[in-house]
């Protein structure tokens, strides 16, 4: 199978879980492009009505919109019933790290106003350790970049500032802009960091989420497998 199709076949696993009615967080990225698409197709042939997606991302709602699916902001439905995202990495206790797509922000707005998320993936993303793979994503703001990489690098990470092929930093839709912050060996201890980030000032977020996905669905070549969190709802 490509991955194309894995990540379609997660997808629509996931779209399994959408009934008539939800108010529905829709992530962004590759993967959730085919979430997207597929929700398309089931409003399209009458297998799901009445959906109204809230997504996290300018790029989610442009293809959201030229595909018809019906969206809200968040202001209007601050309850959201469910929120389908992908992940750049996923650990046993389904402990996150996102925001490679430079839509962390409101990617974490929107998962923490749903009843419940669900994270959509292939196998590549699936770890032991936060951060074995994927850089940490810190949004920060774009004054006084060099003093925020310098705190980053005393914590132990090795530092960059995300640009784009002509050298310009990627900026979030909020207008930020990122550090990718690497630990050798994986993150030392994700929660501790994560405090010690949100009380700088500077940092608008990270891409750690932490104790917020119930399921994962993971597409291998053997199948899509569910993952629950620990202790979690099934």
């Given at each position: 199978?490509?991955?194309?199709?894995?990540?379609?076949?997660?997808?629509?696993?996931?779209?399994?879980?959408?009934?008539?009615?939800?108010?529905?967080?829709?992530?962004?990225?590759?993967?959730?492009?085919?979430?997207?698409?597929?929700?398309?197709?089931?409003?399209?042939?009458?297998?799901?009505?009445?959906?109204?997606?809230?997504?996290?991302?300018?790029?989610?709602?442009?293809?959201?919109?030229?595909?018809?699916?019906?969206?809200?902001?968040?202001?209007?439905?601050?309850?959201?019933?469910?929120?389908?995202?992908?992940?750049?990495e996923v650990d046993p206790q389904l402990d996150l790290i996102k925001g490679l797509g430079a839509a962390l922000l409101r990617e974490k707005m929107v998962?923490?106003?749903?009843?419940?998320?669900?994270?959509?993936?292939?196998?590549?993303?699936?770890?032991?350790?936060?951060?074995?793979?994927?850089?940490?994503?810190?949004?920060?703001?774009?004054?006084?970049?060099?003093?925020?990489?310098?705190?980053?690098?005393?914590?132990?990470?090795?530092?960059?500032?995300?640009?784009?092929?002509?050298?310009a930093p990627i900026r979030s839709d909020n207008g930020n802009v990122f550090l990718d912050a690497r630990f050798e060996g994986g993150l030392p201890d994700?929660?501790?960091?994560?405090?010690?980030?949100?009380?700088r000032a500077g940092v608008v977020d990270t891409g750690l989420f932490l104790g917020m996905a119930d399921t994962a669905f993971i597409a291998s070549e053997?199948?899509?497998?569910?993952?629950?969190?620990?202790?979690?709802?099934?």
């Amino acid at each position: 199978m490509t991955l194309d199709s894995l990540k379609r076949a997660a997808a629509e696993e996931a779209l399994g879980l959408v009934r008539d009615g939800m108010v529905l967080g829709l992530g962004t990225g590759s993967t959730v492009r085919h979430l997207v698409d597929a929700l398309a197709e089931a409003l399209d042939d009458g297998r799901l009505k009445d959906i109204v997606g809230v997504p996290t991302s300018t790029r989610t709602e442009a293809q959201a919109r030229s595909l018809g699916v019906p969206l809200a902001a968040l202001d209007t439905h601050p309850t959201l019933d469910l929120t389908i995202d992908g992940a750049d990495e996923v650990d046993p206790q389904l402990d996150l790290i996102k925001g490679l797509g430079a839509a962390l922000l409101r990617e974490k707005m929107v998962a923490q106003a749903s009843q419940r998320l669900v994270i959509i993936s292939d196998d590549s993303k699936l770890v032991e350790r936060l951060g074995q793979k994927a850089p940490l994503p810190v949004e920060v703001v774009d004054w006084a970049l060099d003093a925020q990489s310098a705190f980053l690098s005393g914590l132990g990470a090795d530092v960059s500032l995300r640009v784009d092929r002509d050298g310009a930093p990627i900026r979030s839709d909020n207008g930020n802009v990122f550090l990718d912050a690497r630990f050798e060996g994986g993150l030392p201890d994700p929660v501790e960091l994560e405090r010690a980030l949100l009380y700088r000032a500077g940092v608008v977020d990270t891409g750690l989420f932490l104790g917020m996905a119930d399921t994962a669905f993971i597409a291998s070549e053997d199948g899509v497998t569910a993952l629950h969190r620990p202790g979690g709802a099934s």
